[in-house]
């Protein structure tokens, strides 16, 4: 079997008294969407920090693209491919949501030192922006101030925003946290199509959303994996259903 | 260097360093239980000074003098943060720096309005000048030594009333989680003032205390000020202990590298250019010192780890 | 044309206007008072550039500002008495010529700005503030302690620096080079606003994380504009100097720092032209004011509250309503 986009392996992680990780293992192979669901202080925005860069494990790997990247920072694993989109929107507010792309595709052309031409005339640049907006379904807005978007355009545009990278790999904290039904189901139906561009490391907590993307899930209850499945196998894994899906319905 | 020279110079620094603990002490409280940073501290300081030297004046008494001194800066502190200061909790630094860099202006001014540009002069009293013969043979001044001891004995105090007071609690609590406190049914608003008026009072007792071996004049806080900043980003933001260790080091390092450093380049230097180079180096060794600390620990030394 | 952009150049062109009639109806006097706005304006887009664009909260650009100051001064003395300012490894001489002083204030406040910025940088928040004022008065105890360029006493210059084809020492002429450096320097701010770079820059003063996470480090561009910042406020302080003939430790002192940036607050943080309207605004109250009572800074302090309590955005903020700021 070829390796995997992304993998963690034994990754452990404690703030004083309190672990947040224990022995977290996970990989993401080529076209997938991998799940990763548990209830609320589970340390999935723990582990999403050390996959992503910003926050180093105590022990344990993270390898991307074939590289042991545990010891790289944030823009080093952007810089390598990897998209990541938060759970609590990091925009750009006072500026336009075309602006916020920009930046975006401003990163991924690794030129981000030209001083002289206004960026909104760098066609490159603004092609790849807008391509992504249009994608997310966000063209109109392109103009607007981000601040004025409602709570789901602002998950679309961290997508549109991940999206301009073209990364290798995504990383996604909960992107449909506070869409409508009708937004959440046009998302889902774009990340299916979307794993087939780059595998999708998905946290999320709408179960209807996980259940129809998810080709595995992994579920992570007191900062440990207590199970690794396809959605059929978790749906059905005892310890699962006591220790979270009991919980959750 | 002799060694009663080299004694001497160390108690200096000592002296300057427990000065130094005064004023940056209710910095680090303002800025670790508000989240505020008062560039207008060190018009506490020179506010302090003036009362000491205008009571004295009038009473002739330094001890009444010392109590007016810290009276003054903390009424000036309650009055400063029920009228500005309490608006500035919520806003960003920015807003901080500006409004408390105006205070600066208006306190400035005022003073210079109502005592004049000339310097003021507030005298040692008789049972505390003169040298005294402390072991192993060292003369030193009585007053700066008496500084010392009254400088550590409110870091003492500070201390204790950090661990084991109510209010203790509630700064310690303040820092931790200001949502909590209020939870907790504590009167933020009171305790706010409380704590800002308490570092108030202990600027303007530095003030006082400073005042008798400098001149008391108008701007004679900001420098204080500015090395209570250094004093503070070598300690770590927050920290009191921190304030305390950071404000000896300094003192220790500005007082012996003046001391020092001239007759160290004297050693390998013709000695005009040994003290023009001593001296300016000098003057910005507590800036490298505070710039080394940055590179090795951005924090502080007692900051929280980023 | 927007209310902002219709202010902008109605304060250009009054600026501009303003000294040419004080030439025709010869009030030397008036030139030199609007030569002062213009130059420190142009140390106010330098700190703005760092503060609006960038949030860097500099107390520390006065440090630029004397940097500047002193290479006019260094340069010019050893001129004036024709000794060479050093002779091993190689002879450098003194100079009057002012593109070749500003040249060289311009990379000195470089080289500063990029040590100062590099370590202040480290930290961010109120620690910024506190290191930047630290450096800058750590610079002006050196300036006072070192004795071989007037220490304390400062530099006196007799006769104003030369610039080819010009006579500097005609008062109008010497505020034109002012203005058309000016000019240059906010045309190239706006440019830099609307760059990539002040793309990017803008941002991470907004979200830090955002900007890192699409592969750029916020640090190289903070650490850039605050180079470039004190680059122009560097390039200020020269002018600053030629223009008093005289150059001291006060260039470099903590009010100095202040009031530069009190400049860009009263006119407006981050608007293109807010230096401008605050210069302004602060040389109409210095002299206005300060003509009613010695202790003027006193209404200065309260007009100040004033803006930061009630007023925010500025002189031109709140004319010309929120919104537009530039970036």
Redesign the interface.
């Known amino acids: 079997m070829a390796e995997p986009i992304l993998s963690v392996t034994k990754i452990n992680k404690s703030f004083g008294a309190l672990k947040a990780s224990i022995d977290v293992s996970l990989d993401l192979r080529v076209g997938e969407i991998h799940a990763l669901i548990g209830p609320n202080g589970a340390g999935k925005s723990t582990l999403i920090k050390q996959i992503?860069?910003?926050l180093q494990p105590d022990s344990g790997t993270v390898r991307f693209l074939g590289r042991d990247v545990t010891a790289l920072?944030?823009?080093q694993r952007?810089?390598m491919g990897l998209g990541?989109t938060?759970q609590i929107s990091?925009?750009?507010?006072?500026?336009s949501v075309l602006?916020?792309v920009?930046?975006?595709a401003?990163?991924?052309s690794?030129?981000?030192?030209?001083?002289?031409?206004?960026?909104?005339k760098?066609k490159a640049?603004r092609e790849t922006a807008e391509t992504a907006l249009a994608r997310v379904g966000l063209s109109e807005q392109a103009l607007m101030r981000t601040s004025d978007l409602s709570h789901g355009q602002r998950r679309q545009l961290e997508v549109a925003?991940a999206l301009?990278?073209r990364p290798r790999a995504f990383v996604m904290d909960e992107p449909m946290a506070g869409l409508g039904t009708s937004g959440s189901q046009r998302l889902t139906r774009f990340l299916d199509e979307l794993r087939h561009e780059a595998p999708i490391l998905l946290v999320e907590h709408d179960m209807d959303a996980v259940f129809a993307l998810a080709d595995r899930i992994s579920v992570l209850v007191y900062g440990s994996v207590i199970a690794t499945g396809t959605v059929d196998e978790i749906r059905a894994h005892p310890e699962v259903r006591r220790a979270y899906l009991g919980e959750e319905e | 260097m002799s060694f009663l020279l080299l004694a001497e110079q160390l108690l200096n620094g000592l002296q300057f360093g427990v000065m130094l603990f005064l004023t940056a002490a209710g910095l680090t409280l303002v800025f670790g239980v508000m989240g505020l940073i008062n560039l207008a501290h060190g018009s506490l300081f020179m506010i302090g000074a003036f009362a000491a030297a205008a009571v004295a004046a009038a009473s002739g008494s330094f001890l009444l003098a010392v109590m007016a001194s810290i009276a003054a800066a903390a009424a000036a502190g309650v009055l400063v943060e029920v009228l500005v200061i309490r608006r500035l909790y919520a806003r960003d630094h920015l807003d901080q720096v500006l409004a408390t860099f105006a205070l600066i202006l208006i306190f400035s001014e005022g003073t210079r309005w109502l005592f004049g540009s000339f310097p003021l002069f507030l005298d040692i009293p008789d049972y505390l000048s003169g040298p005294v013969t402390l072991p192993g043979g060292i003369d030193y001044p009585l007053y700066r030594l008496t500084i010392i001891g009254v400088g550590l004995l409110v870091a003492l105090g500070l201390f204790l009333l950090i661990a084991r007071t109510r209010l203790g609690i509630q700064i310690r609590a303040g820092e931790s989680d200001r949502e909590m406190i209020a939870a907790l049914g504590v009167n933020i608003s009171r305790l706010y003032t409380v704590v800002f008026a308490l570092g108030a009072a202990l600027a303007g007792l530095a003030g006082a205390l400073i005042g008798a071996i400098q001149s008391v004049q108008v701007g004679m806080g900001e420098p204080v000020l500015i090395l209570a900043f250094v004093v503070i980003v070598i300690g770590g933001i927050g920290s009191i202990k921190g304030a305390l260790a950071g404000s000896i080091l300094v003192g220790l390092t500005d007082t012996l590298g003046r001391a020092l450093l001239p007759g160290l380049f004297g050693l390998f230097m013709e000695p005009a250019d040994a003290t023009s180079i001593g001296s300016a180096l000098s003057s910005m060794l507590i800036y490298i010192l505070m710039a080394v600390v940055l590179i090795v620990r951005p924090t502080g030394l007692y900051g929280a780890r980023a | 044309m927007t209310r902002e952009t219709l202010f902008n150049a109605v304060l250009g062109l009054g600026l501009f206007a303003f000294p040419l009639w004080a030439w025709w109806a010869e009030e030397p006097f008036m030139i030199t008072l609007s030569t002062r706005v213009v130059i420190l304006a142009l140390a106010g887009v330098g700190l703005n550039l760092a503060l609006g664009l960038g949030g860097l909260v500099s107390l520390g650009h006065a440090a630029f500002f004397g940097i500047g100051g002193y290479a006019m001064g260094i340069l010019a003395s050893h001129a004036q008495s024709y000794t060479p300012l050093m002779e091993f490894p190689f002879v450098i001489e003194g100079t009057k010529s002012m593109p070749v002083i500003w040249l060289v204030a311009v990379v000195a406040s470089a080289l500063a700005a990029l040590v100062i910025g590099a370590l202040s940088l480290r930290t961010s928040g109120v620690y910024f503030i506190m290191i930047t004022l630290a450096f800058g008065q750590m610079l002006f105890y050196f300036a006072i302690s070192w004795p071989a360029y007037g220490g304390e006493d400062g530099l006196s210059i007799y006769v104003r620096n030369s610039f080819p084809g010009l006579n500097t020492l005609d008062p109008i002429q010497f505020f034109l080079i002012c203005y058309a450096i000016l000019g240059a320097v906010l045309l190239l701010s706006a440019r830099l606003a609307a760059s990539p770079f002040g793309l990017a820059l803008n941002a991470a003063r907004q979200t830090s994380e955002r900007v890192e996470t699409v592969g750029i480090r916020p640090y190289r561009l903070r650490l850039t504009v605050f180079v470039i910042s004190g680059m122009i406020t560097g390039l200020a302080g020269a002018l600053f100097a030629d223009l008093n003939r005289f150059v001291s430790p006060s260039m470099l002192s903590w009010q100095t720092s202040g009031e530069i940036m009190v400049f860009v607050i009263l006119g407006g943080v981050a608007r293109l032209f807010g230096p401008v309207a605050g210069a302004l605004l602060f040389i109409l109250l210095e002299h206005v004011l300060g003509g009613l009572s010695e202790y003027w800074h006193i209404y200065l302090g309260l007009l100040l509250l004033g803006v930061v309590l009630f007023a925010r955005g500025g002189v031109i903020g709140t004319l010309a309503g929120q919104g537009g700021k530039h970036g």
Do not use: I
């Open positions: 992503a860069g910003g920072d944030t823009v952007a810089q990541r938060f990091a925009l750009a507010m006072e500026d602006q916020n920009m930046l975006g401003l990163g991924a690794g030129r981000p030192f030209r001083f002289l031409r206004p960026v909104l760098d640049l925003v301009t990278m």
